[in-house]
């Protein structure tokens, strides 16, 4: 049990891994489906005012709550590894002394 | 043209490229360190299993053969974490080439090595070390075969690019268009020019119209604000020299916006992580010719265009980290880097992110250097230039004698990164042409295989696959296309240039609606530097650098005020005394107020194609007229004797 949840720790890290990375690459999902780019639609607005556009990294609303909840998730993730492999590397040593003792 | 052509030992009148098949001797030398380190490495490694110390030992000594080798001798499900190491190891030299994070891969390799050294028990799996070393026979035999079969590649090309250059030279230059100085923008130009004057003309702090996917590559906003402000300021140059108003404007905001630091900040980190400078992140100081190559040379086309030179005046372009911190510039200590990092490395070319030489960047640099050498008597390109050339040859060309996308300067591998000799052709232009011409030469006849014609018969360029906008990391061609779109023009090449053209305008989205002509299946980035390559003409890049417009319209007068969209620009040029305009209406037909300045104080102008046929200056040399505007308006004022 360790060992899967070890091994689930590693697998999950990757993913969120590939996500992030493919997210900084490839642009969102959704959009990267789109063939237009929504940008090059923009235009200034009149009398020399600029429509309403979204300004350079302001959080969204839920971006501090979902931050804080998977900083949650990856610290009990951590320990939870961390245990595992003790735990494991517990019971290893726990096997090897019981097969001694038989023998 | 007068003759502008630095480069003198390396121009000489044979096209042919001289190209030994060997690696320069600084890489070189960098290659035998990396390799000395690496056999270090390996030794080191080996000595925990020769002299029987611990198995920890020996599990981390085969950790330092391999990223993650390690947990093969720990054995058991640690093994998993051999390939899983892998994935980390190829994620961190993602970080280390996207964003300069040298201590990534290396945090990655270490880190591995001692965490299988903690996890190992009694000892390590017996056949851990055949494996070990079987797989890097195995990667370095395949490493090597694909680096034999890739000389030999470009050897060929090599040799067969030198047989048909000499001919393709000539057949370059028969088929260039001569230059034009007397010209105005069409409609679907000025059409364009509004895609790059509306993200212009917004409020500092507002980029809308941009896109934001990251800040370290090339989407970054740093490119995109760049080649919209290179866009205006050869609008300007070449076509409306004697308009300033909200032309110079939306160039000024953009250099403005330049300075925000959300812009540049990206060095903070990068410094950090790559220089491990955690103290003094000045992004015009070491490295960083992304931003001092790119930047110097978007303030100094504004500069020379215009004839405005605040951007001289110290601190003009402060980089505010805080309210304490800032980092004082203007386009001199801009320049001054670009130097010195020129001087001070032992390439010649030195690195955008610590550590990966980009050798377009370093282009983007020294023609930088050769606009301020015009702009301010200085001769930093001519004394350096030969150098540049010299060590571009040597060590950033390969066997087929193309130049490189980027080197690792640490340790002298050089990393897969598109480039094609139609990106560096219009840079070498301003300061070797003749070099320039063979490199245009090559892109053409690599270009003619793809050539096709339409339904309609007329020709195009066909490229295969999706193609990617490195605007925003999603499939697209408009980026190449405008590449080739702007070369071409730069070579006088009307055949590709129209066929470029019309590949843009085919596949790219083209949308013209709200009097605005941008390509909706393409980047920003794509869209600013189309707007760029649709209004070039031959040579227009080189003059613009090494040039710039006429003396006559810095003294004559300027069209300074005019209302935006409402009235578009096609043309404005003075000789010294008068000033010839074309004006069209950018919303409705109308009646539109226009302001001159630099008028001759109190003199008396006739005009033409107004609804007054005189004008006088007041005791500051300025006045202003009505002019209705229906389609096409020439408008012309001249002082009268």
């Known amino acids: ?103 | 043209m007068a003759s502008y052509d630095l480069a003198g030992r390396y121009d000489v009148a044979a096209p042919l490229i001289r190209k030994d098949g060997r690696a320069g001797p600084i890489t070189a030398a960098r290659q035998r360190r990396t390799a000395l380190i690496y056999a270090t490495m390996c030794v080191v490694g080996l000595l925990p299993l020769f002299t029987g110390m611990s198995a920890g030992w020996q599990a981390a000594g085969l950790g330092l053969w391999f990223p993650g080798a390690g947990f093969l001798a720990v054995g058991g499900w640690a093994i998993l974490l051999f390939p899983a190491t892998l994935v980390f190891f190829a994620l961190a030299l993602f970080a280390w080439f996207g964003a300069g994070m040298v201590v990534a891969p290396l945090f990655v390799w270490i880190g591995a090595a001692l965490a299988a050294a903690s996890m190992t028990r009694d000892q390590i799996a017996t056949a851990s070390p055949y494996a070990t070393a079987a797989l890097i026979a195995a990667g370095s035999g395949y490493v090597y075969d694909r680096a034999r079969r890739l000389k030999k590649a470009g050897l060929a090309k090599l040799e067969e690019r030198n047989r048909y250059l000499p001919d393709t030279v000539v057949e370059v230059a028969k088929r260039a268009a001569p230059a034009t100085a007397e010209r105005e923008l069409s409609p679907d130009d000025l059409a364009a020019l509004r895609y790059a004057l509306d993200r212009g003309l917004q409020p500092i702090g507002e980029l809308g119209g941009f896109d934001k996917v990251d800040q370290f590559q090339t989407s970054a906003l740093r490119y995109q604000i760049n080649h919209l402000g290179y866009a205006l300021a050869l609008a300007q140059c070449h076509y409306t020299p004697s308009f300033h108003g909200y032309l110079s404007l939306a160039q000024r905001n953009l250099i403005e916006q330049y300075l925000q630091k959300p812009i540049w900040s990206y060095w903070i980190y990068e410094s950090a992580w790559g220089h491990l400078n955690l103290t003094n992140p000045d992004p015009a100081s070491k490295d960083n010719i992304m931003l001092t190559g790119w930047f110097g040379l978007h303030v100094g086309m504004y500069t020379s265009a215009s004839g405005d030179r605040r951007y001289a005046e110290p601190g003009s372009l402060t980089f505010r980290r805080n309210r304490r911190r800032a980092f004082h510039h203007d386009l001199h200590s801009l320049e001054r880097s670009v130097l010195q990092n020129f001087q001070d490395s032992e390439f010649c070319l030195y690195p955008c992110e610590p550590n990966w030489i980009y050798p377009i960047c370093n282009h983007y640099g020294m023609t930088s250097l050769v606009l301020y050498d015009r702009l301010f008597g200085t001769s930093h390109a001519k004394f350096n230039l030969d150098r540049w050339l010299e060590n571009l040859d040597r060590e950033f060309t390969d066997d087929s004698g193309s130049v490189i996308g980027l080197r690792s300067a640490l340790t002298g591998i050089r990393f897969p990164f598109p480039a094609a000799e139609a990106g560096f052709a219009d840079f070498t232009n301003c300061f070797a042409p003749e070099r320039a011409r063979r490199m245009w030469a090559i892109a053409r006849h690599d270009l003619e295989p793809l050539l096709r014609k339409d339904e309609q018969g007329q020709l195009r360029i066909s490229l295969p696959g999706g193609g990617f906008d490195f605007g925003n990391y999603r499939q697209g061609w408009a980026g190449a296309y405008a590449t080739f779109l702007n070369a071409a023009r730069e070579f006088g090449d009307a055949e590709i240039a129209d066929a470029a053209q019309r590949s843009l305008d085919l596949d790219c989205g083209r949308r013209d609606d709200g009097g605005i002509l941008r390509y909706a299946k393409a980047s920003n980035l794509s869209n600013a530097f189309a707007v760029r390559a649709r209004i070039a003409r031959r040579d227009d890049f080189r003059s613009a650098v090494t040039q710039g417009p006429p003396a006559a319209v810095f003294k004559g007068p300027i069209l300074a005020e005019a209302k935006y969209p409402d009235v578009l620009v096609a043309r404005a040029r003075s000789q010294g005394d008068d000033l010839d305009l074309v004006l069209y209406p950018g919303a409705q037909p109308g009646s539109q107020k226009v302001r001159f300045e630099r008028l001759r104080p109190g003199g008396m102008y006739a005009v033409t194609g107004a609804s007054e046929d005189a004008l006088r200056a007041d005791e500051t040399g300025t006045a202003s007229i009505e002019v209705q505007l229906r389609g096409r308006t020439p408008v012309r004022i001249a002082l009268r004797a």
């Open chain 1, 1 to 103: 049990m360790p060992c899967c949840a070890f091994a689930a720790f590693l697998f999950g890290q990757l993913v969120l891994g590939f996500a992030v990375i493919k997210r900084a690459v490839l642009g969102r999902s959704a959009e990267s489906e789109r063939q237009t780019n929504a940008a090059v639609e923009w235009r200034l607005g009149e009398h020399g005012r600029s429509t309403p556009s979204k300004t350079l990294w302001r959080p969204r609303r839920l971006a501090m709550p979902l931050f804080a909840l998977a900083a949650l998730l990856e610290i009990a993730l951590f320990f939870g590894a961390i245990y595992g492999v003790r735990a494991h590397l517990g019971h290893a040593h726990h096997e090897v002394v019981e097969a001694a003792s038989v023998r």
